[in-house]
Protein backbone atom coordinates (compact mmCIF):
# COMPACT_ATOMS: atom_id res chain seq x y z
CA UNK A 1 0.00 0.00 0.00
CA UNK A 2 1.36 3.74 -0.84
CA UNK A 3 0.60 6.21 2.08
CA UNK A 4 -0.54 9.91 0.40
CA UNK A 5 2.39 12.03 1.96
CA UNK A 6 0.63 13.73 4.72
CA UNK A 7 -1.33 10.98 5.64
CA UNK A 8 -0.89 9.87 8.78
CA UNK A 9 1.30 6.69 9.69
CA UNK A 10 -0.92 3.64 10.35
CA UNK A 11 -0.71 2.92 14.17
CA UNK A 12 0.86 -0.22 15.61
CA UNK A 13 -1.41 -2.82 16.65
CA UNK A 14 -1.04 -5.34 19.17
CA UNK A 15 -3.75 -8.48 19.08
CA UNK A 16 -3.90 -10.41 22.61
CA UNK A 17 -5.77 -14.30 22.08
CA UNK A 18 -7.22 -16.92 24.31
CA UNK A 19 -8.07 -20.38 24.23
CA UNK A 20 -12.00 -19.20 23.17
CA UNK A 21 -9.77 -18.33 19.75
CA UNK A 22 -9.41 -22.36 19.33
CA UNK A 23 -12.55 -23.68 20.87
CA UNK A 24 -14.22 -23.70 17.48
CA UNK A 25 -11.31 -25.73 16.32
CA UNK A 26 -12.17 -28.29 18.75
CA UNK A 27 -10.21 -27.49 21.58
CA UNK A 28 -11.34 -27.15 25.14
CA UNK A 29 -10.88 -23.31 26.70
CA UNK A 30 -10.33 -23.45 31.32
CA UNK A 31 -12.71 -21.39 32.89
CA UNK A 32 -15.74 -22.48 30.57
CA UNK A 33 -18.26 -24.91 31.85
CA UNK A 34 -16.53 -27.73 29.50
CA UNK A 35 -13.20 -26.30 30.21
CA UNK A 36 -9.71 -27.97 31.39
CA UNK A 37 -9.44 -26.60 34.79
CA UNK A 38 -13.59 -27.92 35.42
CA UNK A 39 -11.49 -31.60 35.17
CA UNK A 40 -8.42 -31.44 36.56
CA UNK A 41 -7.29 -28.90 39.22
CA UNK A 42 -4.42 -26.23 38.78
CA UNK A 43 -2.50 -27.33 41.63
CA UNK A 44 -2.57 -30.86 40.25
CA UNK A 45 -0.55 -30.23 36.69
CA UNK A 46 -0.16 -26.49 35.75
CA UNK A 47 2.49 -25.27 38.82
CA UNK A 48 6.42 -25.77 39.30
CA UNK A 49 5.32 -27.76 42.64
CA UNK A 50 2.98 -30.27 40.69
CA UNK A 51 5.60 -30.86 38.88
CA UNK A 52 8.06 -31.53 41.40
CA UNK A 53 5.55 -33.86 43.74
CA UNK A 54 4.43 -35.58 40.75
CA UNK A 55 6.44 -35.57 37.34
CA UNK A 56 4.79 -38.56 35.67
CA UNK A 57 1.31 -37.21 36.00
CA UNK A 58 1.95 -33.55 34.46
CA UNK A 59 4.01 -35.24 31.96
CA UNK A 60 0.62 -37.08 31.05
CA UNK A 61 -1.49 -34.31 30.95
CA UNK A 62 0.61 -32.40 28.99
CA UNK A 63 1.74 -35.56 26.58
CA UNK A 64 -2.34 -36.26 26.35
CA UNK A 65 -2.89 -32.39 24.93
CA UNK A 66 -0.15 -32.76 23.11
CA UNK A 67 -1.73 -36.12 20.91
CA UNK A 68 -4.75 -33.99 20.91
CA UNK A 69 -3.21 -31.24 18.41
CA UNK A 70 -1.63 -33.87 16.33
CA UNK A 71 -5.50 -35.01 15.47
CA UNK A 72 -6.88 -34.12 11.76
CA UNK A 73 -9.91 -32.87 12.95
CA UNK A 74 -7.80 -29.56 14.94
CA UNK A 75 -7.10 -27.51 12.77
CA UNK A 76 -6.88 -23.34 12.19
CA UNK A 77 -10.45 -21.67 11.85
CA UNK A 78 -11.75 -18.48 10.44
CA UNK A 79 -10.62 -16.12 13.26
CA UNK A 80 -6.94 -17.72 13.12
CA UNK A 81 -7.18 -16.86 9.40
CA UNK A 82 -8.43 -13.98 9.36
CA UNK A 83 -5.53 -12.64 11.64
CA UNK A 84 -2.84 -14.08 10.12
CA UNK A 85 -4.44 -12.30 7.05
CA UNK A 86 -4.07 -9.19 9.49
CA UNK A 87 -0.42 -9.80 10.18
CA UNK A 88 -0.05 -9.99 6.48
CA UNK A 89 -2.03 -6.73 5.52
CA UNK A 90 -1.56 -5.02 8.25
CA UNK A 91 0.56 -1.59 6.98
CA UNK A 92 1.96 -0.72 10.71
CA UNK A 93 3.46 -2.30 13.11
CA UNK A 94 2.07 -5.50 14.45
CA UNK A 95 2.47 -8.59 16.88
CA UNK A 96 0.33 -11.43 17.75
CA UNK A 97 0.35 -12.42 21.91
CA UNK A 98 -1.07 -15.63 22.62
CA UNK A 99 -1.59 -17.09 25.62
CA UNK A 100 -2.06 -20.16 23.86
CA UNK A 101 0.07 -23.15 23.76
CA UNK A 102 -1.78 -24.79 20.68
CA UNK A 103 0.30 -23.74 17.34
CA UNK A 104 -3.18 -23.12 15.48
CA UNK A 105 -1.88 -19.54 14.89
CA UNK A 106 1.31 -20.56 12.92
CA UNK A 107 -0.69 -23.28 11.26
CA UNK A 108 -3.10 -20.37 9.64
CA UNK A 109 0.00 -18.41 8.53
CA UNK A 110 0.73 -15.29 11.70
CA UNK A 111 4.16 -14.28 11.32
CA UNK A 112 4.88 -11.91 14.07
CA UNK A 113 3.41 -14.31 16.52
CA UNK A 114 4.75 -14.54 20.47
CA UNK A 115 3.45 -17.24 22.55
CA UNK A 116 3.58 -16.30 26.46
CA UNK A 117 2.84 -19.12 27.83
CA UNK A 118 4.93 -21.25 25.68
CA UNK A 119 4.26 -24.06 23.18
CA UNK A 120 2.76 -27.73 23.58
CA UNK A 121 4.75 -28.76 20.45
CA UNK A 122 8.17 -27.71 22.18
CA UNK A 123 10.03 -29.55 25.05
CA UNK A 124 13.05 -27.22 27.37
CA UNK A 125 15.65 -29.42 28.71
CA UNK A 126 16.47 -28.81 32.44
CA UNK A 127 19.61 -29.84 32.37
CA UNK A 128 21.03 -28.42 29.20
CA UNK A 129 18.23 -25.36 29.13
CA UNK A 130 17.70 -26.80 25.04
CA UNK A 131 14.29 -25.73 23.57
CA UNK A 132 13.33 -28.42 20.63
CA UNK A 133 10.72 -29.72 19.25
CA UNK A 134 9.24 -32.09 21.62
CA UNK A 135 9.24 -35.79 21.12
CA UNK A 136 5.28 -37.08 21.04
CA UNK A 137 5.06 -38.54 24.86
CA UNK A 138 7.45 -36.73 27.78
CA UNK A 139 5.92 -39.46 30.10
CA UNK A 140 8.58 -41.73 29.06
CA UNK A 141 11.48 -40.04 29.59
CA UNK A 142 13.06 -39.58 25.93
CA UNK A 143 17.21 -38.38 25.90
CA UNK A 144 17.11 -34.42 25.07
CA UNK A 145 17.80 -33.70 21.09
CA UNK A 146 20.41 -31.17 22.10
CA UNK A 147 22.63 -33.02 25.30
CA UNK A 148 21.31 -37.04 25.03
CA UNK A 149 20.34 -36.89 28.87
CA UNK A 150 16.90 -38.76 29.81
CA UNK A 151 14.92 -37.23 32.63
CA UNK A 152 15.63 -33.67 32.12
CA UNK A 153 12.83 -32.78 29.70
CA UNK A 154 9.75 -30.35 30.90
CA UNK A 155 6.81 -28.92 28.55
CA UNK A 156 7.72 -25.64 27.35
CA UNK A 157 4.59 -24.05 28.76
CA UNK A 158 4.38 -21.50 31.42
CA UNK A 159 2.67 -22.40 34.73
CA UNK A 160 1.32 -20.42 37.44
CA UNK A 161 3.95 -18.38 39.08
CA UNK A 162 6.51 -18.49 36.53
CA UNK A 163 7.58 -15.77 34.40
CA UNK A 164 5.72 -15.79 30.89
CA UNK A 165 8.15 -15.46 27.89
CA UNK A 166 8.60 -12.49 26.05
CA UNK A 167 7.68 -9.95 28.13
CA UNK A 168 10.40 -7.54 26.82
CA UNK A 169 9.28 -7.42 23.32
CA UNK A 170 5.71 -7.30 24.27
CA UNK A 171 5.28 -4.43 26.85
CA UNK A 172 7.58 -2.63 24.01
CA UNK A 173 4.48 -3.61 21.53
CA UNK A 174 2.57 -1.81 23.97
CA UNK A 175 3.83 1.12 24.92
CA UNK A 176 4.10 1.84 20.61
CA UNK A 177 0.67 0.56 19.62
CA UNK A 178 -2.43 2.40 19.05
CA UNK A 179 -5.10 -0.28 18.64
CA UNK A 180 -4.94 -2.92 20.99
CA UNK A 181 -7.53 -5.90 20.54
CA UNK A 182 -8.62 -8.67 22.78
CA UNK A 183 -9.76 -11.88 21.74
CA UNK A 184 -11.20 -15.36 23.47
CA UNK A 185 -9.79 -14.52 26.70
CA UNK A 186 -11.48 -14.41 30.15
CA UNK A 187 -8.92 -11.70 31.46
CA UNK A 188 -8.34 -13.53 34.86
CA UNK A 189 -4.77 -14.48 34.34
CA UNK A 190 -1.95 -11.52 34.79
CA UNK A 191 0.04 -10.23 33.17
CA UNK A 192 -2.14 -10.58 30.11
CA UNK A 193 -5.32 -9.42 31.85
CA UNK A 194 -3.36 -6.07 32.93
CA UNK A 195 -2.34 -5.23 29.15
CA UNK A 196 -5.61 -3.27 28.42
CA UNK A 197 -5.26 -0.92 31.81
CA UNK A 198 -1.03 -0.87 30.04
CA UNK A 199 -2.67 1.01 27.09
CA UNK A 200 -5.98 2.81 27.89
CA UNK A 201 -6.11 5.88 26.89
CA UNK A 202 -3.31 5.74 24.02
CA UNK A 203 -4.61 3.38 22.18
CA UNK A 204 -8.07 2.22 21.00
CA UNK A 205 -9.21 -0.54 22.99
CA UNK A 206 -11.63 -3.85 21.43
CA UNK A 207 -12.47 -6.78 23.43
CA UNK A 208 -14.21 -9.57 20.71
CA UNK A 209 -15.06 -12.64 23.42
CA UNK A 210 -18.27 -14.66 23.60
CA UNK A 211 -19.17 -13.02 26.28
CA UNK A 212 -18.13 -9.59 28.52
CA UNK A 213 -14.69 -10.79 30.17
CA UNK A 214 -13.88 -9.66 33.26
CA UNK A 215 -12.22 -6.77 32.08
CA UNK A 216 -15.04 -6.00 29.48
CA UNK A 217 -15.78 -2.64 30.90
CA UNK A 218 -11.85 -1.38 30.78
CA UNK A 219 -12.23 -1.31 26.68
CA UNK A 220 -13.40 1.41 24.57
CA UNK A 221 -15.27 -1.18 22.25
CA UNK A 222 -16.70 -4.51 23.91
CA UNK A 223 -18.69 -7.18 21.16
CA UNK A 224 -19.92 -10.24 21.51
CA UNK A 225 -20.33 -13.57 19.72
CA UNK A 226 -18.47 -16.28 18.61
CA UNK A 227 -14.48 -15.73 16.97
CA UNK A 228 -15.11 -17.33 13.63
CA UNK A 229 -17.70 -14.62 13.39
CA UNK A 230 -16.58 -11.54 14.81
CA UNK A 231 -12.79 -11.68 14.16
CA UNK A 232 -13.28 -12.03 10.19
CA UNK A 233 -15.95 -9.28 10.62
CA UNK A 234 -13.28 -7.12 12.03
CA UNK A 235 -10.60 -7.51 10.51
CA UNK A 236 -12.30 -7.05 7.21
CA UNK A 237 -13.65 -3.67 8.70
CA UNK A 238 -9.90 -3.23 9.78
CA UNK A 239 -8.52 -3.19 6.77
CA UNK A 240 -10.65 -1.87 4.62
CA UNK A 241 -10.49 1.41 6.94
CA UNK A 242 -6.70 1.62 6.39
CA UNK A 243 -7.01 1.22 2.88
CA UNK A 244 -4.75 -2.04 3.20
C1 LIG B 1 -14.94 -17.62 23.20
C2 LIG B 1 -15.38 -18.71 22.49
C3 LIG B 1 -15.56 -18.52 21.13
C4 LIG B 1 -15.24 -19.34 24.49
N1 LIG B 1 -15.29 -17.34 20.58
N2 LIG B 1 -14.69 -16.45 22.64
C5 LIG B 1 -3.14 -12.10 42.31
C6 LIG B 1 -3.33 -10.96 41.54
C7 LIG B 1 -2.72 -10.80 40.31
C8 LIG B 1 -1.88 -11.78 39.81
C9 LIG B 1 -1.68 -12.91 40.56
C10 LIG B 1 -2.29 -13.06 41.78
N3 LIG B 1 -1.94 -14.27 42.29
C11 LIG B 1 -1.12 -14.88 41.39
C12 LIG B 1 -0.96 -14.05 40.34
C13 LIG B 1 -0.15 -14.32 39.12
C14 LIG B 1 -0.77 -15.41 38.26
C15 LIG B 1 -2.23 -15.11 38.01
O1 LIG B 1 -2.60 -14.35 37.13
N4 LIG B 1 -3.14 -15.71 38.75
C16 LIG B 1 -4.56 -15.43 38.58
C17 LIG B 1 -5.34 -16.72 38.58
C18 LIG B 1 -4.99 -14.43 39.62
N5 LIG B 1 -0.02 -15.37 37.00
C19 LIG B 1 1.11 -16.05 36.86
O2 LIG B 1 1.54 -16.78 37.71
C20 LIG B 1 1.85 -15.82 35.56
N6 LIG B 1 3.19 -15.43 35.86
C21 LIG B 1 3.45 -14.28 36.49
O3 LIG B 1 2.59 -13.50 36.85
O4 LIG B 1 4.80 -14.05 36.63
C22 LIG B 1 5.22 -12.89 37.36
C23 LIG B 1 5.35 -11.65 36.54
C24 LIG B 1 5.08 -11.61 35.20
C25 LIG B 1 5.23 -10.45 34.46
C26 LIG B 1 5.61 -9.32 35.05
C27 LIG B 1 5.90 -9.34 36.41
C28 LIG B 1 5.78 -10.52 37.13
C29 LIG B 1 1.89 -17.11 34.74
C30 LIG B 1 0.55 -17.49 34.24
C31 LIG B 1 0.63 -18.84 33.53
C32 LIG B 1 -0.72 -19.28 32.98
N7 LIG B 1 -0.61 -20.58 32.48
C33 LIG B 1 -1.78 -21.22 31.86
C34 LIG B 1 -1.43 -22.68 31.56
C35 LIG B 1 -0.47 -22.77 30.35
C36 LIG B 1 -0.16 -24.18 30.00
C37 LIG B 1 -1.39 -24.97 29.65
O5 LIG B 1 -2.07 -24.67 28.64
O6 LIG B 1 -1.72 -25.91 30.39
O7 LIG B 1 -2.16 -20.52 30.67
S1 LIG B 1 -3.26 -21.13 32.88
C38 LIG B 1 -4.38 -20.91 31.53
O8 LIG B 1 -5.01 -19.62 31.67
C39 LIG B 1 -3.51 -20.87 30.28
C40 LIG B 1 -4.13 -19.73 29.54
O9 LIG B 1 -3.23 -19.19 28.60
C41 LIG B 1 -4.53 -18.77 30.62
C42 LIG B 1 -5.59 -17.79 30.22
O10 LIG B 1 -6.79 -18.45 29.93
P1 LIG B 1 -7.71 -17.92 28.75
O11 LIG B 1 -7.02 -18.09 27.46
O12 LIG B 1 -8.20 -16.57 29.04
O13 LIG B 1 -8.90 -19.02 28.77
P2 LIG B 1 -10.24 -18.97 29.66
O14 LIG B 1 -10.82 -20.33 29.61
O15 LIG B 1 -10.03 -18.38 30.97
O16 LIG B 1 -11.19 -17.96 28.84
C43 LIG B 1 -11.69 -18.28 27.55
C44 LIG B 1 -12.60 -17.15 27.10
O17 LIG B 1 -12.99 -17.41 25.76
C45 LIG B 1 -13.89 -17.01 27.93
O18 LIG B 1 -14.07 -15.64 28.29
C46 LIG B 1 -14.99 -17.47 26.98
O19 LIG B 1 -16.20 -16.74 27.12
C47 LIG B 1 -14.38 -17.17 25.62
N8 LIG B 1 -14.85 -18.04 24.57
N9 LIG B 1 -15.55 -19.77 23.41
C48 LIG B 1 -14.87 -16.33 21.42
N10 LIG B 1 -16.00 -19.54 20.38
Known sequence: MTRPSGAAAPPGAVVLTGAGVSRESGLSTFRDPDGVWRRVR???????????????????????????????????????????????????????VTQNVDDLHGRAGSERLLHMHGELAKARCLRCGAVERSPPRLADSPPCPACG?????????????????????IEEALARCGLFVSIGTSGSVYPA????????????????????????ALFDEAR????????PEFVDALLRDAGA
Open 224 to 231: QGPATRLV
Open 42 to 96: IEDVATPEAFARDPARVQEFYDARRAQLADPAVRPNAAHRALAELDRRWPGDFLL
Open 193 to 216: AGFVATVRGRARTVELNLEPSEGS
Open 149 to 169: ERGGLRPHVVWFGEMPLGMER
